[in-house]
T-cell receptor
Framework: NAGVTQTPKFQVLKTGQSMTLQCAQD?????MSWYRQDPGMGLRLIHY???????DQGEVPNGYNVSRSTTEDFPLRLLSAAPSQTSVYFC??????????????FGPGTRLTVL | AQKVTQAQTEISVVEKEDVTLDCVYE???????LFWYKQPPSGELVFLIR??????QNEISGRYSWNFQKSTSSFNFTITASQVVDSAVYFC????????????FGKGTRLHILP
């Protein structure tokens, strides 16, 4: 198993550009989520999904869109990048809802800089 | 409200000393889960432990131990005989069964183990 993969690892955007951060897992996990990590702020939940076709907002959803058309993939879209979205982005997944018995696995992260 | 507080932003100890990382949480739910994650300098997030609200037994795993006390809403983490490899940022997190098990993280404690 490759686990949770994220692409790209690094990205630089100009203000106003759009892009998609890719996240994929090959563990047949139902639950997937996106976090951003900023210095001194810990990890904050952006969006999450409890299964294909189902998504919901986390703490800081503004400026981001997600979709979950397959169990494996959970892309995060930035529609019009802003400098405030400069951060490290982590994707995570678990077999079932995290509150049951499963470990949440994290991807290696994407470091995004918006100029 | 759902909240996790890690009051210690940064701790430094000399190798072989014991160190305790504090975590205090707030929740209205009776069913919830608490987690600790480690983020070493390489940046990945490593799951350490998950504890559900109905199990107040303390847990020990090698040099790591966790003290869960519902009466004080705390879930503290102790490293015994610390080693330089324990240097990392440690995150405490909470998820509530009634909130789709979204995981909310504390801001983290940066631990420096000095040789």
């Amino acid at each position: 198993n490759a686990g949770v993969t994220q692409t790209p690892k690094f990205q630089v955007l100009k203000t106003g550009q759009s892009m998609t951060l890719q996240c994929a897992q090959d563990m047949n996990h139902e639950y997937m989520s996106w976090y951003r990590q900023d210095p001194g702020m810990g990890l904050r939940l952006i969006h999450y999904s409890v299964g294909a076709g189902i998504t919901d907002q986390g703490e800081v959803p503004n400026g981001y869109n997600v979709s979950r058309s397959t169990t494996e993939d959970f892309p995060l879209r930035l529609l019009s990048a802003a400098p405030s979205q400069t951060s490290v982005y982590f994707c995570a997944s678990s077999y079932s809802r995290t509150g049951t018995t499963d470990t949440q696995y994290f991807g290696p992260g994407t470091r995004l800089t918006v100029l | 409200a759902q909240k996790v507080t890690q009051a210690q932003t940064e701790i430094s100890v000399v190798e072989k000393e014991d160190v305790t990382l504090d975590c205090v949480y707030e929740t209205r739910d009776t069913t919830y889960y608490l987690f600790w994650y480690k983020q070493p300098p390489s940046g990945e997030l490593v799951f350490l432990i998950r504890r559900n609200s109905f199990d107040e037994q303390n847990e020990i795993s090698g040099r790591y131990s966790w003290n869960f006390q519902k009466s004080t809403s705390s879930f503290n983490f102790t490293i015994t005989a610390s080693q330089v490899v324990d240097s990392a940022v440690y995150f405490c997190a909470l998820s509530e069964a009634q909130r789709d098990d979204k995981i909310i993280f504390g801001k983290g404690t940066r631990l420096h183990i000095l040789p």
